[in-house]
T-cell receptor, first 115, second 111 residues
Framework: DTAVSQTPKYLVTQMGNDKSIKCEQN?????MYWYKQDSKKFLKIMFS???????INETVPNRFSPKSPDKAHLNLHINSLELGDSAVYFC??????????????FGEGSWLTVV | DQQVKQNSPSLSVQEGRISILNCDYT??????FLWYKKYPAEGPTFLIS?????DKNEDGRFTVFLNKSAKHLSLHIVPSQPGDSAVYFC??????????FGSGTQLTVLP
């Protein structure tokens, strides 16, 4: 049973299109995240949701919008896709961190290619 | 400004020998450090962590060392096995409890 699952795994789309990536976790975690792995291989946080509240937004363009229908899901919507959006997007989840505890569990990644 | 740096993009080690992966950080407010391992076409998976109140944490073949004064941590794998070949990410966390990742080191263990 996959703990954090995201779909689609591969997505090729044209510039200007709007697309969504879905994510679900069955770990009972209360915080979910979206990370972007760019061409330089850095993993950078985009968003996190805790109890349906956005708590982190790291200067991501407003073309990107997270949607969390419930605690187990955090979908990523991207409008007007640009070439620079091509990257691997990872969904992740964790329990609300206690002192020193912040282990995050990742999905397998969604490879987005904008042409 | 990269707060977590992994300056070696790749490392090759002979099977059975020790692998040492290094990580440096600049933010003195980080108090929790983690290593993640990533295979191709998969998400990163948690490997081992260490709190800033410790200087060493061991789990089987994996040991993480933390030198707070140098703002440096390292991951030792001994003995290295071919299945250890992967990208290893260092990550750090502060009071905000969000992780900041390094750029990763590709470890190749040669049989």
């Amino acid at each position: 049973d996959t703990a954090v699952s995201q779909t689609p795994k591969y997505l090729v789309t044209q510039m200007g299109n709007d697309k969504s990536i879905k994510c679900e976790q069955n770990l009972g975690h209360d915080t979910m995240y979206w990370y972007k792995q760019d061409s330089k291989k850095f993993l950078k946080i985009m968003f996190s949701y805790n109890n349906k509240e956005l708590i982190i937004n790291e200067t991501v363009p407003n073309r990107f919008s997270p949607k969390s229908p419930d605690k187990a899901h955090l979908n990523l919507h991207i409008n007007s896709l640009e070439l620079g959006d091509s990257a691997v997007y990872f969904c992740a989840s964790s329990r609300r961190g206690g002192l020193g505890v912040n282990t995050i569990y990742f999905g397998e990644g969604s490879w987005l290619t904008v042409v | 400004d990269q707060q977590v740096k992994q300056n070696s993009p790749s490392l090759s080690v002979q099977e059975g020998r020790i692998s040492i992966l290094n990580c440096d950080y600049t933010n003195s407010m980080f108090d929790y450090f983690l290593w993640y391992k990533k295979y191709p076409a998969e998400g990163p998976t948690f490997l081992i962590s260490i709190s800033s109140i410790k200087d060493k944490n061991e789990d089987g073949r994996f040991t993480v060392f933390l030198n707070k004064s140098a703002k440096h941590l390292s991951l030792h794998i001994v003995p290295s096995q071919p299945g250890d070949s992967a990208v290893y990410f260092c990550a750090a966390s502060g009071s905000a409890r969000q992780l900041t990742f390094g750029s990763g080191t590709q470890l190749t263990v040669l049989p």
